[in-house]
Protein backbone atom coordinates (compact mmCIF):
# COMPACT_ATOMS: atom_id res chain seq x y z
CA UNK A 1 0.00 0.00 0.00
CA UNK A 2 1.64 2.98 -0.92
CA UNK A 3 1.53 6.46 0.78
CA UNK A 4 0.76 8.90 -1.29
CA UNK A 5 0.98 11.74 0.89
CA UNK A 6 3.45 14.83 -0.32
CA UNK A 7 3.98 17.70 1.47
CA UNK A 8 4.08 20.16 -1.76
CA UNK A 9 0.22 18.74 -2.66
CA UNK A 10 -0.80 19.09 1.31
CA UNK A 11 0.34 22.62 1.37
CA UNK A 12 -1.40 23.44 -1.90
CA UNK A 13 -4.95 21.94 -0.63
CA UNK A 14 -3.90 24.09 2.24
CA UNK A 15 -3.36 27.79 0.23
CA UNK A 16 -6.68 27.03 -1.93
CA UNK A 17 -8.83 26.24 1.39
CA UNK A 18 -7.22 29.85 3.01
CA UNK A 19 -7.81 31.42 -0.13
CA UNK A 20 -11.50 30.37 -0.44
CA UNK A 21 -11.50 30.93 3.41
CA UNK A 22 -11.95 27.92 4.44
CA UNK A 23 -9.86 26.58 7.32
CA UNK A 24 -6.76 24.90 6.72
CA UNK A 25 -7.38 22.09 7.80
CA UNK A 26 -10.36 21.30 5.81
CA UNK A 27 -7.63 21.77 2.93
CA UNK A 28 -6.12 19.05 4.36
CA UNK A 29 -9.14 17.48 4.76
CA UNK A 30 -10.25 17.49 1.36
CA UNK A 31 -6.48 16.42 0.47
CA UNK A 32 -6.37 13.12 2.36
CA UNK A 33 -9.82 12.05 1.23
CA UNK A 34 -8.70 12.68 -2.23
CA UNK A 35 -6.00 10.26 -1.89
CA UNK A 36 -7.47 7.63 -0.15
CA UNK A 37 -10.35 7.54 -2.59
CA UNK A 38 -8.16 7.42 -5.82
CA UNK A 39 -7.07 3.84 -4.62
CA UNK A 40 -9.53 1.09 -5.57
CA UNK A 41 -7.78 -1.27 -2.78
CA UNK A 42 -8.71 1.27 0.11
CA UNK A 43 -12.69 2.50 -1.38
CA UNK A 44 -14.95 1.82 -4.04
CA UNK A 45 -17.84 3.87 -5.48
CA UNK A 46 -18.63 6.25 -2.39
CA UNK A 47 -17.24 4.15 0.32
CA UNK A 48 -15.59 4.53 3.77
CA UNK A 49 -15.58 7.99 4.98
CA UNK A 50 -13.71 10.79 6.42
CA UNK A 51 -13.58 13.82 8.70
CA UNK A 52 -12.24 16.87 10.78
CA UNK A 53 -13.02 18.93 14.06
CA UNK A 54 -12.44 22.58 13.64
CA UNK A 55 -12.78 25.19 16.26
CA UNK A 56 -14.46 28.20 14.70
CA UNK A 57 -13.28 31.69 15.85
CA UNK A 58 -16.14 32.00 18.34
CA UNK A 59 -15.20 29.09 19.87
CA UNK A 60 -17.44 27.18 18.64
CA UNK A 61 -16.75 23.23 17.69
CA UNK A 62 -18.21 21.59 14.39
CA UNK A 63 -17.35 18.76 12.58
CA UNK A 64 -16.96 18.48 9.06
CA UNK A 65 -18.13 15.03 7.75
CA UNK A 66 -17.79 13.19 4.31
CA UNK A 67 -21.82 14.20 2.86
CA UNK A 68 -24.15 11.68 1.21
CA UNK A 69 -23.68 11.32 -2.69
CA UNK A 70 -19.72 11.92 -2.54
CA UNK A 71 -17.27 10.19 -3.81
CA UNK A 72 -13.92 10.40 -1.77
CA UNK A 73 -11.82 10.37 -4.68
CA UNK A 74 -13.17 13.65 -6.41
CA UNK A 75 -14.42 15.70 -3.47
CA UNK A 76 -14.55 18.97 -2.45
CA UNK A 77 -15.50 21.14 0.42
CA UNK A 78 -18.96 20.94 -0.19
CA UNK A 79 -18.82 17.45 0.00
CA UNK A 80 -17.72 17.70 4.23
CA UNK A 81 -20.48 19.31 5.44
CA UNK A 82 -20.42 20.89 8.62
CA UNK A 83 -22.41 20.06 11.75
CA UNK A 84 -22.33 21.81 15.04
CA UNK A 85 -20.70 19.24 17.65
CA UNK A 86 -22.52 20.01 21.46
CA UNK A 87 -25.72 18.95 20.16
CA UNK A 88 -24.06 15.90 18.74
CA UNK A 89 -22.34 15.41 21.95
CA UNK A 90 -25.56 15.83 24.16
CA UNK A 91 -27.24 13.18 21.98
CA UNK A 92 -24.91 10.43 23.34
CA UNK A 93 -26.86 9.77 26.25
CA UNK A 94 -29.51 11.08 25.72
CA UNK A 95 -31.79 7.79 24.63
CA UNK A 96 -31.68 5.51 21.61
CA UNK A 97 -32.31 7.01 18.47
CA UNK A 98 -33.80 5.38 15.26
CA UNK A 99 -31.45 5.92 12.22
CA UNK A 100 -34.16 8.42 11.05
CA UNK A 101 -34.17 10.66 14.15
CA UNK A 102 -29.84 10.23 13.91
CA UNK A 103 -30.45 11.79 10.18
CA UNK A 104 -32.90 14.20 11.76
CA UNK A 105 -30.71 15.22 14.10
CA UNK A 106 -27.43 15.71 11.83
CA UNK A 107 -29.49 17.73 9.82
CA UNK A 108 -31.04 20.17 12.29
CA UNK A 109 -27.40 20.98 13.35
CA UNK A 110 -25.97 21.74 9.88
CA UNK A 111 -24.09 24.64 9.40
CA UNK A 112 -25.53 25.11 6.52
CA UNK A 113 -29.18 23.88 5.87
CA UNK A 114 -28.91 23.33 1.85
CA UNK A 115 -25.61 20.81 2.59
CA UNK A 116 -25.92 17.17 2.08
CA UNK A 117 -26.93 14.58 4.92
CA UNK A 118 -24.01 13.68 6.75
CA UNK A 119 -22.39 10.10 6.55
CA UNK A 120 -24.63 7.69 8.68
CA UNK A 121 -21.95 7.23 10.76
CA UNK A 122 -21.03 10.90 11.27
CA UNK A 123 -21.76 10.49 15.24
CA UNK A 124 -19.20 7.88 15.69
CA UNK A 125 -16.27 10.47 13.35
CA UNK A 126 -18.17 12.97 16.20
CA UNK A 127 -17.35 10.91 19.52
CA UNK A 128 -13.62 9.70 18.50
CA UNK A 129 -11.84 12.92 20.33
CA UNK A 130 -8.93 12.85 17.19
CA UNK A 131 -9.25 15.89 14.78
CA UNK A 132 -9.19 13.51 11.83
CA UNK A 133 -10.73 10.26 11.56
CA UNK A 134 -10.22 8.20 7.90
CA UNK A 135 -12.73 4.82 7.78
CA UNK A 136 -12.14 2.48 4.69
CA UNK A 137 -12.90 -1.00 2.90
CA UNK A 138 -9.50 -2.10 2.52
CA UNK A 139 -9.19 -5.07 0.20
CA UNK A 140 -6.12 -6.76 2.32
CA UNK A 141 -8.47 -5.86 5.75
CA UNK A 142 -11.49 -7.35 4.61
CA UNK A 143 -9.98 -10.58 3.47
CA UNK A 144 -8.95 -10.83 7.41
CA UNK A 145 -12.52 -9.06 8.71
CA UNK A 146 -14.49 -11.90 6.88
CA UNK A 147 -13.01 -14.47 8.65
CA UNK A 148 -14.44 -16.58 11.99
CA UNK A 149 -11.12 -15.37 14.20
CA UNK A 150 -11.04 -12.36 13.02
CA UNK A 151 -10.57 -11.27 16.15
CA UNK A 152 -7.48 -13.46 16.81
CA UNK A 153 -6.33 -12.31 13.53
CA UNK A 154 -6.79 -8.51 14.62
CA UNK A 155 -4.29 -9.39 17.97
CA UNK A 156 -1.54 -11.48 15.98
CA UNK A 157 -0.94 -8.10 13.55
CA UNK A 158 -1.48 -5.50 15.81
CA UNK A 159 -1.59 -6.10 19.24
CA UNK A 160 -3.13 -3.38 21.30
CA UNK A 161 -2.55 -1.14 18.51
CA UNK A 162 -6.12 -1.85 17.29
CA UNK A 163 -9.43 -2.20 19.32
CA UNK A 164 -11.77 -4.98 17.87
CA UNK A 165 -15.71 -4.51 17.52
CA UNK A 166 -18.05 -7.39 16.06
CA UNK A 167 -20.43 -6.71 13.46
CA UNK A 168 -22.66 -4.17 14.32
CA UNK A 169 -25.71 -2.77 11.63
CA UNK A 170 -23.89 1.11 10.44
CA UNK A 171 -25.38 3.89 11.38
CA UNK A 172 -26.61 4.68 15.62
CA UNK A 173 -26.19 1.58 16.53
CA UNK A 174 -22.35 1.19 15.01
CA UNK A 175 -21.38 5.12 16.13
CA UNK A 176 -22.75 4.09 19.61
CA UNK A 177 -20.99 0.89 20.10
CA UNK A 178 -17.46 2.44 18.48
CA UNK A 179 -17.73 5.14 20.42
CA UNK A 180 -18.13 2.61 23.82
CA UNK A 181 -15.42 1.24 22.10
CA UNK A 182 -13.03 3.64 21.90
CA UNK A 183 -13.96 4.67 25.68
CA UNK A 184 -12.42 1.07 26.88
CA UNK A 185 -9.64 1.95 24.90
CA UNK A 186 -8.61 4.89 24.65
CA UNK A 187 -4.91 4.58 24.00
CA UNK A 188 -5.88 2.74 20.60
CA UNK A 189 -5.00 4.15 16.53
CA UNK A 190 -8.07 2.56 15.45
CA UNK A 191 -11.05 0.47 15.58
CA UNK A 192 -11.01 -2.86 13.39
CA UNK A 193 -14.91 -3.08 12.64
CA UNK A 194 -15.75 -7.10 11.95
CA UNK A 195 -16.66 -8.34 8.17
CA UNK A 196 -17.04 -4.19 7.43
CA UNK A 197 -13.92 -2.63 7.55
CA UNK A 198 -11.17 0.13 9.17
CA UNK A 199 -11.09 3.30 11.14
CA UNK A 200 -8.01 5.01 12.03
CA UNK A 201 -7.50 8.76 13.52
CA UNK A 202 -5.13 11.16 14.76
CA UNK A 203 -4.11 14.62 16.05
CA UNK A 204 -3.33 15.25 12.43
CA UNK A 205 -4.22 14.77 8.79
CA UNK A 206 -0.84 13.28 8.30
CA UNK A 207 -1.18 11.02 11.73
CA UNK A 208 -4.48 9.31 10.90
CA UNK A 209 -3.78 8.85 7.11
CA UNK A 210 -0.28 7.16 7.95
CA UNK A 211 -2.37 5.30 10.22
CA UNK A 212 -4.10 3.80 7.32
CA UNK A 213 -1.69 3.26 4.38
CA UNK A 214 0.24 1.29 7.31
CA UNK A 215 -2.03 -0.82 9.53
CA UNK A 216 -3.64 -1.88 5.42
CA UNK A 217 0.39 -2.15 4.79
CA UNK A 218 0.66 -4.67 7.33
CA UNK A 219 -2.65 -6.66 6.57
CA UNK A 220 -1.03 -6.78 3.13
CA UNK A 221 1.99 -8.31 4.63
CA UNK A 222 0.31 -11.08 6.93
CA UNK A 223 -1.06 -12.73 4.14
CA UNK A 224 1.87 -12.29 2.12
CA UNK A 225 4.06 -14.14 4.39
CA UNK A 226 1.43 -17.31 3.93
CA UNK A 227 2.51 -17.40 0.74
CA UNK A 228 -1.04 -16.51 -0.37
CA UNK A 229 -1.35 -13.97 -3.31
CA UNK A 230 -3.68 -10.81 -3.16
CA UNK A 231 -3.06 -9.25 -6.66
CA UNK A 232 -3.95 -5.44 -6.94
CA UNK A 233 -6.91 -4.41 -9.09
CA UNK A 234 -7.14 -6.29 -12.62
CA UNK A 235 -7.80 -5.34 -16.02
CA UNK A 236 -9.62 -7.68 -17.97
CA UNK A 237 -7.64 -9.20 -20.66
CA UNK A 238 -10.63 -10.85 -22.71
CA UNK A 239 -13.90 -10.07 -24.38
CA UNK A 240 -17.04 -11.71 -23.90
CA UNK A 241 -17.98 -13.28 -27.37
CA UNK A 242 -20.68 -11.34 -28.86
CA UNK A 243 -23.28 -14.13 -29.15
CA UNK A 244 -23.02 -15.09 -25.21
CA UNK A 245 -23.23 -11.03 -24.84
CA UNK A 246 -26.71 -10.83 -26.96
CA UNK A 247 -27.97 -13.72 -25.52
CA UNK A 248 -27.53 -12.30 -21.96
CA UNK A 249 -28.98 -9.31 -23.11
CA UNK A 250 -31.87 -10.31 -24.43
CA UNK A 251 -32.93 -12.77 -21.73
CA UNK A 252 -32.22 -10.23 -19.18
CA UNK A 253 -34.86 -7.69 -20.95
CA UNK A 254 -37.78 -9.72 -21.13
CA UNK A 255 -40.26 -9.63 -18.54
CA UNK A 256 -40.73 -6.94 -15.80
CA UNK A 257 -37.38 -6.20 -15.72
CA UNK A 258 -35.23 -3.25 -14.67
CA UNK A 259 -33.16 -3.14 -17.69
CA UNK A 260 -36.53 -3.77 -20.35
CA UNK A 261 -35.59 0.08 -21.36
CA UNK A 262 -32.30 0.09 -21.75
CA UNK A 263 -28.65 -2.73 -20.45
CA UNK A 264 -25.33 -2.00 -19.82
CA UNK A 265 -23.10 -5.11 -19.09
CA UNK A 266 -19.92 -4.78 -17.99
CA UNK A 267 -17.91 -8.00 -18.85
CA UNK A 268 -14.70 -8.80 -16.71
CA UNK A 269 -12.59 -11.61 -17.16
CA UNK A 270 -9.14 -11.50 -14.85
CA UNK A 271 -6.98 -14.28 -13.81
CA UNK A 272 -8.06 -13.90 -10.32
CA UNK A 273 -11.76 -13.99 -11.78
CA UNK A 274 -11.07 -17.31 -13.66
CA UNK A 275 -9.69 -18.61 -10.31
CA UNK A 276 -12.87 -18.05 -8.31
CA UNK A 277 -14.85 -19.42 -11.34
CA UNK A 278 -12.67 -22.52 -10.91
CA UNK A 279 -13.51 -22.82 -7.34
CA UNK A 280 -15.52 -26.31 -6.52
CA UNK A 281 -17.13 -24.81 -4.05
CA UNK A 282 -18.14 -21.27 -6.14
CA UNK A 283 -22.23 -22.08 -5.88
CA UNK A 284 -21.92 -22.10 -1.81
CA UNK A 285 -19.34 -19.52 -1.45
CA UNK A 286 -21.25 -17.25 -3.73
CA UNK A 287 -24.35 -17.25 -2.05
CA UNK A 288 -22.80 -16.65 1.55
CA UNK A 289 -23.18 -12.63 0.87
CA UNK A 290 -21.27 -9.42 0.36
CA UNK A 291 -17.25 -8.66 1.17
CA UNK A 292 -18.50 -6.11 3.34
CA UNK A 293 -22.68 -4.71 4.04
CA UNK A 294 -22.87 -1.79 1.96
CA UNK A 295 -22.25 -3.77 -0.87
CA UNK A 296 -25.31 -5.31 -0.76
CA UNK A 297 -26.93 -1.75 -2.25
CA UNK A 298 -25.10 -2.13 -5.40
CA UNK A 299 -24.86 -5.83 -6.69
CA UNK A 300 -27.52 -7.83 -4.39
CA UNK A 301 -26.94 -10.51 -2.18
CA UNK A 302 -25.71 -12.93 -4.24
CA UNK A 303 -24.95 -13.54 -7.74
CA UNK A 304 -26.71 -15.11 -11.24
CA UNK A 305 -24.25 -17.78 -12.49
CA UNK A 306 -24.72 -19.73 -15.68
CA UNK A 307 -22.60 -21.91 -18.05
CA UNK A 308 -20.94 -20.18 -20.84
CA UNK A 309 -22.35 -22.21 -23.49
CA UNK A 310 -26.76 -21.53 -22.26
CA UNK A 311 -28.63 -20.16 -24.96
CA UNK A 312 -31.37 -17.52 -24.19
CA UNK A 313 -34.07 -20.68 -23.24
CA UNK A 314 -32.12 -21.57 -20.46
CA UNK A 315 -30.81 -18.08 -19.12
CA UNK A 316 -34.50 -17.53 -18.77
CA UNK A 317 -34.46 -20.71 -16.32
CA UNK A 318 -31.10 -19.09 -14.93
CA UNK A 319 -33.06 -15.83 -14.48
CA UNK A 320 -36.74 -17.46 -12.85
CA UNK A 321 -34.37 -19.99 -10.56
CA UNK A 322 -32.18 -16.82 -9.37
CA UNK A 323 -35.32 -14.82 -8.81
CA UNK A 324 -37.47 -17.56 -6.87
CA UNK A 325 -33.76 -17.87 -4.38
CA UNK A 326 -34.35 -13.95 -3.99
CA UNK A 327 -37.87 -13.97 -2.91
CA UNK A 328 -37.20 -16.73 -0.58
CA UNK A 329 -34.83 -14.97 0.87
CA UNK A 330 -36.74 -11.53 1.11
CA UNK A 331 -39.46 -14.24 2.84
CA UNK A 332 -37.01 -14.92 5.08
CA UNK A 333 -35.80 -12.16 6.56
CA UNK A 334 -39.15 -9.73 5.99
CA UNK A 335 -41.44 -11.11 8.97
CA UNK A 336 -38.55 -9.91 11.41
CA UNK A 337 -37.72 -6.84 10.37
CA UNK A 338 -38.82 -3.63 12.48
CA UNK A 339 -40.54 -1.95 9.89
CA UNK A 340 -42.98 -3.24 6.88
CA UNK A 341 -40.57 -3.82 4.13
CA UNK A 342 -41.83 -4.06 -0.25
CA UNK A 343 -39.83 -6.29 -2.06
CA UNK A 344 -36.67 -5.06 -4.63
CA UNK A 345 -36.92 -6.04 -7.47
CA UNK A 346 -35.42 -9.99 -8.48
CA UNK A 347 -33.16 -9.45 -10.69
CA UNK A 348 -29.28 -9.95 -10.58
CA UNK A 349 -26.28 -7.17 -11.06
CA UNK A 350 -23.61 -9.65 -11.10
CA UNK A 351 -23.79 -12.68 -13.84
CA UNK A 352 -20.80 -14.94 -13.54
CA UNK A 353 -20.10 -17.30 -16.59
CA UNK A 354 -18.00 -20.51 -15.51
CA UNK A 355 -14.79 -20.83 -17.01
CA UNK A 356 -15.04 -17.30 -18.86
CA UNK A 357 -15.73 -14.62 -16.59
CA UNK A 358 -18.38 -11.94 -14.96
CA UNK A 359 -20.76 -9.10 -16.04
CA UNK A 360 -21.88 -6.54 -14.09
CA UNK A 361 -24.96 -5.27 -14.68
CA UNK A 362 -26.92 -1.72 -15.07
CA UNK A 363 -29.34 0.78 -16.49
CA UNK A 364 -26.01 2.46 -17.98
CA UNK A 365 -22.62 1.90 -18.58
CA UNK A 366 -21.78 3.47 -14.71
CA UNK A 367 -23.73 1.16 -12.68
CA UNK A 368 -22.35 -1.50 -14.79
CA UNK A 369 -19.22 -0.88 -14.33
CA UNK A 370 -19.77 -0.44 -10.59
CA UNK A 371 -21.18 -3.66 -10.13
CA UNK A 372 -17.95 -5.19 -12.07
CA UNK A 373 -15.61 -3.05 -10.09
CA UNK A 374 -17.11 -4.91 -7.07
CA UNK A 375 -17.39 -8.28 -8.82
CA UNK A 376 -13.73 -8.09 -9.45
CA UNK A 377 -12.65 -6.73 -6.09
CA UNK A 378 -14.85 -9.67 -4.28
CA UNK A 379 -13.53 -12.57 -6.42
CA UNK A 380 -10.21 -11.38 -5.34
CA UNK A 381 -10.95 -11.20 -1.79
CA UNK A 382 -12.74 -14.76 -1.65
CA UNK A 383 -9.67 -16.09 -3.56
CA UNK A 384 -7.06 -15.16 -0.28
CA UNK A 385 -9.86 -15.27 2.43
CA UNK A 386 -10.51 -19.21 1.34
CA UNK A 387 -6.98 -19.95 1.60
CA UNK A 388 -6.29 -17.88 5.01
CA UNK A 389 -9.47 -19.68 6.44
CA UNK A 390 -13.15 -19.73 4.71
CA UNK A 391 -14.58 -16.45 3.61
CA UNK A 392 -17.43 -15.45 6.23
CA UNK A 393 -18.96 -12.57 5.73
CA UNK A 394 -22.08 -11.29 7.94
CA UNK A 395 -24.89 -13.53 8.15
CA UNK A 396 -28.79 -13.35 5.93
CA UNK A 397 -30.16 -11.67 8.48
CA UNK A 398 -27.84 -8.77 8.82
CA UNK A 399 -27.44 -8.80 5.09
CA UNK A 400 -31.03 -8.16 4.70
CA UNK A 401 -31.30 -5.35 7.37
CA UNK A 402 -28.20 -3.51 5.03
CA UNK A 403 -29.77 -3.78 1.63
CA UNK A 404 -33.42 -2.92 3.19
CA UNK A 405 -32.12 -0.19 5.47
CA UNK A 406 -34.61 2.65 5.16
CA UNK A 407 -31.85 5.12 5.04
CA UNK A 408 -30.01 3.22 2.37
CA UNK A 409 -33.45 2.57 0.24
CA UNK A 410 -33.36 6.32 0.52
CA UNK A 411 -30.31 7.13 -0.71
CA UNK A 412 -30.12 4.97 -3.89
CA UNK A 413 -33.99 5.88 -4.63
CA UNK A 414 -32.39 9.43 -4.51
CA UNK A 415 -30.12 8.82 -6.98
Not at 252 to 260: E, N, V
Request: proline residues 6%; glycine residues 6%.
Amino acid sequence: MKNLWNDQDAQFYIDQAVKQGQPADLGLRVYTSRIIGQVPDLVLHGGGNTSVKITQDDGTRIIHVKGSGWDLETIEAPGLPGVYLQPLYDARHAGKLTDPEMVSLLRRNLLDADAPNPSVEALLHAYLPDTFVDHTHSTAVLVLADQENSEQIMREIYGDRLAFLPYVMPGYDLSIAGADLFDQFPNCQGLWLKNHGLFTFGATAKQSYDRMIDFVTEAEQYIAAKGIALPGPEISDTTLAPAIEARLAAALQKGASPFAANIALDFRSTPSIRAYLENPELEKIAQRGTATPDHVIRIKPFPMIIDADADESTILAAINDYQGKYSAYFNRNAPNASEPKVQLDPWPRIVMIRNIGLVGLGKDAKAAAIAGDLGEQTARIINAAEKIGTFQPIDEADLFDMEYWSLEQAKLQKK
